[in-house]
T-cell receptor, first 114, second 111 residues
């Protein structure tokens, strides 16, 4: 069990640029989540995948955000035309298919939009 | 609409004493609750959970209590250690897969 891996750990970008983050979940986990955390707040749900199917996308996510999970393995989160308000920690988590099982988080990608 | 609330942003406790972190929720349909600990520059780490069919779950120094009628849960850490200093989040399972988190309580254990 190597845990949930996220890349990069830090990303600084200029407003208007596109960025893409990657998440590698725990290998046997079929559930994958993206959360966003800003200073003083708890993690906020962004989107959920069961295997390769994206089953829910939060209203927090504008059309500039897109997430994929091809083949039900790793996932990517892309933000197009970044804005300063996108600056946050983006957390990926995975869990097994058992309904009541805890999320296992990666160490996150910290995005700074200048 | 904050469905999971942690009203104390911070807490300081002397080493060896009990730390009590509180969490309130508004949705009576929530039936599984978790506590996470977060160190700076790391992701949240799962600590302990409780199902709504129980009112207490214990794991070593950590005990979670659930009061369904009050829609309240608490995390007790006994004895508190300096390494417990972190931000603690409570979370609730909404439906079958979405976890909703509180805003966190920063615990500082003083040596």
């Amino acid at each position: 069990d190597t845990g949930v891996s996220q890349d990069p750990r830090h990303k600084i970008t200029k407003r208007g640029q596109n960025v893409t983050f990657r998440c590698d979940p725990i290998s046997e986990h079929n559930r994958l989540y993206w959360y966003r955390q800003t200073l003083g707040q708890g993690p906020e749900f962004l989107t959920y995948f069961q295997n390769e199917a994206q089953l829910e996308k939060s209203r927090l996510l504008s059309d500039r955000f897109s997430a994929e999970r091809p083949k039900g393995s790793f996932s990517t989160l892309e933000i197009q035309r970044t804005e300063q308000g996108d600056s946050a920690m983006y957390l990926c988590a995975s869990s097994s298919g058992i309904v009541v099982s805890p999320l296992h988080f990666g160490n996150g990608t910290r995005l700074t939009v200048t | 609409d904050q469905q999971v609330k942690q009203n104390s942003p911070s807490l300081s406790v002397q080493e060896g004493r009990i730390s009590i972190l509180n969490c309130d929720y508004t949705n009576s349909m929530f039936d599984y609750f978790l506590w996470y600990k977060k160190y700076p520059a790391e992701g949240p780490t799962f600590l302990i959970s409780i199902s709504s069919i129980k009112d207490k779950n214990e794991d070593g120094r950590f005990t979670v209590f659930l009061n369904k009628s009050a829609k309240h849960l608490s995390l007790h850490i006994v004895p508190s250690q300096p390494g417990d200093s972190a931000v603690y989040f409570c979370a609730a399972l909404s439906g079958t897969y979405k976890y909703i988190f509180g805003t966190g309580t920063r615990l500082k254990v003083l040596a």
